[in-house]
């Protein structure tokens, strides 16, 4: 199994527009260091699920057909942007799996073209081509799911948007004992409750508390790029996801 | 005053995702035949003003600052898309004129960032920099005006998304004979009446109805550029809009 990086930003994205602060003017002379919607595929044997639908390049990047089906964590606009240009598509429809929220996004729901629109149900687990993916319930201003996601005999743990992780889903990842997780980081360390994103303490306490071998830090803003400028160490195990970044699982 | 067609497409763009129609095959063989989010950019002594929205590559086409004002038609998803990058900007605000729309688009108005929402009421003229913008309504599935704008002693008026014109709109065009118009013609000739945008009968009605010296085309789909393809001919003062077409007023 192979997990691709699309994008590991915040809703802002790095560079931020208007920004010169050091992370953003970096990120434009270095674009390796520039990060997308927050998103990324999952390929095995084949196989592609993609993970968030925020980049607006999708129909550029996936020829119809390549796609297996979407796999949403919710409907903020900069995990589904890319729907809006890809339901327009003739052909073959696309299965899209997401947490079963009434409202969806503008009118996707009322005209969504060849998306073939799935609600998903917490702690249900569903077999798409070579994966087995099980919905984990998440804390956001949205109704939001990460998922944990198995193929031959590894698994990973999807989990963004979110701030903290509800019980439940906290003792079934250390049950499962996933191989790799991705962990919502948005903000760097700060003094008062951060709300709808986990901050580094936060992010770095859960990682501790899942345990999982390797935990990537993803959906990250300029401010955190720029607090890593100076503060660049991380526990074991615990590193920062970038755009383009592949793991082989 | 000069006018840059930064799209001239339907929602679907051309060419469109999974089609291989001849339309479709054209334009990825020949790009300058594509067709991108239907927008428009207006410049006058140094002055900006982006028409439309849909573009998602606006934060990279336009430095912070160089935008005088937005003008929105109207709050359809591919008119609007690009606002949901822009906003997230920092510094200096963007004006954003808009009809009147109760709902705006997903969460623009409850979070707007930089971009600075202000309401036009039909048939009230403003001023923004060198132009005299005036609302006209149009009829369409959302509130929506176009705009007859003017600017060093020439006028252009700017008419989609619309299934024909209002009778008021018509009358108005009619007795301020602009120099240019830019009009919603998306689907080829067809049988039933249309809903929500014109075809090309009806487009070449109203064109001859305005009587401008020029019309030019716009909101173009697959199905009408195919058809042009077999059937080229256009009545004099008329012709069809394509990305990138810059024309000096
Ligand atoms: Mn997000
Ligand atoms: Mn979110
Ligand atoms: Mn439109
Ligand atoms: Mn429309
Ligand atoms: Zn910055
Ligand atoms: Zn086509």
């Given at each position: 199994?192979?997990?691709?990086?699309?994008?590991?930003?915040?809703?802002?994205?790095?560079?931020?527009?208007?920004?010169?602060?050091?992370?953003?003017?970096?990120?434009?002379?270095?674009?390796?260091?520039?990060?997308?919607?927050?998103?990324?595929?999952?390929?095995?044997?084949?196989?592609?699920?993609?993970?968030?639908?925020?980049?607006?390049?999708?129909?550029?990047?996936?020829?119809?057909?390549?796609?297996?089906?979407?796999?949403?964590?919710?409907f903020?606009m900069?995990?589904v942007?890319?729907?809006f240009?890809?339901?327009?598509?003739?052909?073959?429809?696309?299965?899209?799996?997401?947490?079963?929220?009434?409202q969806g996004c503008d009118d996707l729901y009322k005209h969504?073209?060849?998306?073939?629109?799935?609600?998903?149900?917490?702690?249900?687990?569903?077999?798409?081509?070579?994966?087995?993916?099980?919905?984990?319930?998440?804390?956001?201003?949205?109704?939001?799911?990460?998922?944990?996601?198995?193929?031959?005999?590894?698994?990973?743990?999807?989990?963004?948007?979110?701030?903290?992780?509800?019980?439940?889903?906290?003792?079934?990842?250390?049950?499962?004992?996933?191989?790799?997780?991705?962990?919502?980081?948005?903000?760097?360390?700060?003094?008062?409750?951060?709300?709808?994103?986990?901050?580094?303490?936060?992010?770095?306490?859960?990682?501790?508390?899942?345990?999982?071998?390797?935990?990537?830090?993803?959906?990250?803003?300029?401010?955190?790029?720029?607090?890593?400028?100076?503060?660049?160490?991380?526990?074991?195990?615990?590193?920062?996801?970038?755009?383009?970044?592949?793991?082989?699982?």
């Amino acid at each position: 199994m192979r997990l691709d990086f699309l994008g590991t930003g915040d809703a802002r994205r790095v560079p931020v527009y208007g920004c010169f602060c050091r992370a953003c003017r970096l990120a434009r002379e270095q674009p390796e260091r520039g990060r997308q919607a927050c998103s990324a595929l999952l390929s095995c044997k084949g196989w592609r699920l993609l993970l968030d639908a925020g980049r607006t390049d999708l129909c550029e990047r996936f020829a119809p057909g390549s796609l297996g089906a979407i796999l949403l964590t919710h409907f903020h606009m900069d995990h589904v942007m890319g729907l809006f240009h890809l339901r327009w598509g003739e052909g073959q429809s696309i299965p899209v799996y997401a947490p079963a929220d009434p409202q969806g996004c503008d009118d996707l729901y009322k005209h969504p073209g060849i998306l073939d629109f799935r609600p998903l149900q917490p702690f249900v687990s569903l077999t798409l081509g070579p994966f087995t993916v099980t919905s984990l319930p998440l804390i956001h201003s949205r109704l939001s799911h990460g998922y944990l996601i198995a193929a031959a005999h590894r698994s990973l743990a999807y989990l963004t948007d979110t701030v903290g992780l509800p019980v439940d889903t906290l003792d079934y990842l250390q049950r499962q004992r996933p191989d790799l997780v991705v962990l919502d980081c948005s903000k760097p360390p700060s003094a008062e409750a951060p709300r709808n994103h986990n901050d580094l303490n936060q992010a770095l306490y859960l990682a501790a508390a899942i345990a999982a071998p390797l935990c990537l830090l993803t959906h990250v803003d300029h401010d955190l790029d720029e607090y890593w400028l100076d503060h660049p160490e991380l526990p074991a195990g615990v590193s920062v996801a970038r755009d383009g970044l592949s793991i082989d699982l």
